[in-house]
């Protein structure tokens, strides 16, 4: 079973800097396809930033196109999503999925997306105002 955990979330500022990081358990990220979700209080679970195997294709939310990039460190099994210019709208739990079905990397991304494991703990992200 693929499972995944998202870490690194925290309290920030308006404006702030904040850097997840997507972790592996028993298989190599690089082959993957990898989205980043979340979810805030009282709404549904959104698709962030999702990216092809190979970083080939990379889709955004509208939201966030100009302030959150993905990256892998491929030595680390790692997978971070950089999140910069950080405002109160961006305050949620954020999940970390990885998939190997996903041909088409829009399909990812969408609000009745299930990762072929479970969605794990997710890591909160308060940004203040």
């Known amino acids: 079973q693929l499972q995944v955990e998202a870490s690194g979330g925290g309290l920030v500022h308006t404006g702030g800097s904040l850097t997840l990081s997507c972790a592996a358990s028993g298989f190599t990220l690089d082959y993957y396809a990898i989205g980043w979700f979340r979810q805030a209080p009282g709404k549904d679970r959104e698709g962030v930033l999702c990216?092809?195997?190979?970083?080939?294709?990379?889709y955004y939310l509208d939201s966030v196109k100009g302030r959150f990039t993905i990256s892998r460190d491929k030595a680390a099994n790692l997978v971070y999503l950089q999140m910069n210019n950080l405002s109160p709208e961006d305050t949620a739990v954020y999940y970390c999925?990885?998939?190997?079905?996903?041909?088409?990397?829009?399909?990812?991304?969408?609000?009745?997306?299930?990762?072929?494991?479970?969605w794990g703990q997710g890591t909160r992200v308060t940004v203040s105002s």
């Open positions: 999925a990885a998939d190997a079905r996903i041909t088409t990397i829009e399909t990812m991304c969408v609000p009745d997306y299930r990762p072929f494991g479970s």
């Open positions: 990216t092809s195997q190979g970083d080939t294709s990379t």
